[in-house]
Nanobody, 116 residues
Framework: QVRLVESGGGLVQAGGSLRLSCAASGRTFSMNVMGWFRQAPGKGREFVAAINWSGEDTSYADSVKGRFTISRDNAKNTMYLQMNSLKPEDTAVYYC?????????WGQGTQVTVSS
């Protein structure tokens, strides 16, 4: 059974950077299109970025395009989200899942807080 664990969040000033990691257990990781999602206080969960199994195809929400970069290392069963030029509106709990999210894969997420 696949399990996903997010890490790398923290408190950063506006304009700063963070790198999130999503570590997966289970041999199906490399076969899936994976995604990052986030949920801000009082709001629903939203799509942030996705990456296909080879890493060659990526997609981003308009709000993060040009600032965030998604990548993956299938050998390490790990996906990353490099976040640059962070804004206070990026404050949220960040989660990873398959691009079509599976309910049982939602983890606890990692908190990202961007101060102005």
């Amino acid at each position: 059974q696949v399990r996903l664990v997010e890490s790398g969040g923290g408190l950063v000033q506006a304009g700063g950077s963070l790198r999130l990691s999503c570590a997966a257990s289970g041999r199906t990781f490399s076969m899936n299109v994976m995604g990052w999602f986030r949920q801000a206080p009082g709001k629903g969960r939203e799509f942030v970025a996705a990456i296909n199994w080879s890493g060659e195809d990526t997609s981003y929400a308009d709000s993060v395009k040009g600032r965030f970069t998604i990548s993956r290392d299938n050998a390490k069963n790990t996906m990353y989200l490099q976040m640059n030029s962070l804004k206070p509106e990026d404050t949220a709990v960040y989660y990873c899942n398959t691009n079509n999210p599976l309910p049982h894969l939602w983890g606890q997420g990692t908190q990202v807080t961007v101060s102005s």
